[in-house]
């Protein structure tokens, strides 16, 4: 089945300042992407979503590129807000097209004013 | 249109129990996923229901069993609790088991046992 790896965190960042986080993955196929955001005591949000190769995926400032050649999809914010302070997931269907996804295990990430 | 709803928020069980999750999907959502979130890891996919019947399986054992009702809504249940069940039960809904549409989630059930 499908797999996806996700930068280890925390990641502690001052406003304003640029965000990267790595996600890459293995897959039969090109499979949907997703990036979904936990921010504390709730569930999961989908942020952002990219459904084939070179599609680039963007929402709130976020954005993430399906990378085939190199089998990424990091996501990148710019400009961070306190805000955006959360639990980031790299997600990709366990197979095929299916509703049913593995996640990554997450990356926490911590806005400073 | 109401988002998918859980219940309870919170549940605090005794190991060897048995505990019953529910979820209302969204409206118009036929397929409704059931994810475990343990603390600090990402959601681990327990099972699938879509029309009722189980459409596909995660490793996880048979003391995890659901239903899903015809309105869509559903339940997980889990036998002979253990301490590591304790975690974050996620519930999702989807128009569809397959093809880009969204799964939406519902905020979950923090289950402690103890």
């Known amino acids: 089945g499908n797999s996806v790896t996700q930068m280890e965190g925390p990641v502690t960042l001052s406003e304003e300042a640029f965000l990267t986080i790595n996600c890459t993955y293995t897959?039969?196929?090109?499979?949907?992407l997703f990036w979904y955001v936990q921010y504390p005591g709730e569930g999961l949000q989908l942020l952002l979503k990219a459904t084939k190769a070179d599609d680039k995926g963007s929402n709130k400032g976020f954005e993430a590129t399906y990378r085939k050649e190199t089998t990424s999809f990091h996501l990148e914010k710019g400009s961070v807000q306190v805000s955006d302070s959360a639990v980031y997931f790299c997600a990709l269907p366990f197979s095929g097209s299916a509703r049913q996804l593995t996640f990554g295990s997450g990356t926490q990430l911590t806005v400073l004013p | 249109e109401t988002g998918v709803t859980q219940s309870p928020t919170h549940l605090i069980k005794t190991r060897g129990q048995q505990v019953t999750l529910r979820c209302s999907s969204q409206s118009g959502h036929n397929t409704v996923s059931w994810y475990q979130q343990a603390l600090g890891q990402g959601p681990q996919f327990i099972f699938q229901y879509y029309r009722e019947e189980e459409n596909g399986r995660g490793n996880f054992p048979p003391r995890f069993s659901g239903l899903q009702f015809p309105n869509y809504s559903s339940e997980l249940n889990v036998n002979a609790l253990e301490l590591d069940d304790s975690a974050l039960y996620l519930c999702?809904?989807?128009?569809?088991?397959?093809?880009?549409?969204?799964?939406?989630f519902g905020q979950g059930t923090r289950l402690t046992v103890v």
């Open positions: 897959a039969t196929g090109y499979p949907s």
């Open positions: 999702a809904s989807s128009l569809s088991p397959v093809g880009r549409t969204e799964a939406f």
